[in-house]
Nanobody
């Protein structure tokens, strides 16, 4: 079983930066892609960014383009989300996720972390 553990959340003022980390552990880990999602109370979980594990292709939600950067360290089985120019509307619980090729075909993400709170005050 694969476990994903996020860290790096916290409280920051608008315009500030945070870097989230997600470390994967468990059986041999070789995902097709990893990603970050976020959720606020009463709203559905929304996509933030994703990265292909082998070729580093990235994709971002329009709301974070130019401000957030996703990256990964294969040797450490870790994915990062560098968040700059944070806005109050970025406040949410941020979740890390991983998917295999089967997950891609099924349109789903196989594994999820427990989430880390990011709060941005104005």
């Amino acid at each position: 079983q694969v476990q994903l553990v996020e860290s790096g959340g916290g409280l920051v003022q608008a315009g500030g930066s945070l870097r989230l980390s997600c470390a994967a552990s468990g059986r041999t880990f070789s995902p097709y892609a990893m990603g970050w999602f976020r959720q606020t109370p009463g709203k559905e979980r929304e996509f933030v960014a994703t990265i292909n594990w082998s070729v580093e292709t990235t994709r971002y939600a329009d709301s974070v383009k130019g401000r957030f950067t996703i990256s990964r360290d294969n040797a450490k089985n870790t994915v990062y989300l560098q968040m700059n120019s944070l806005k109050p509307e970025d406040t949410a619980v941020y979740y890390c996720a991983a998917r295999s090729l089967a997950g891609v075909i099924a349109g789903s993400w196989n594994y999820w972390g427990q989430g880390t709170q990011v709060s941005v005050c104005s």
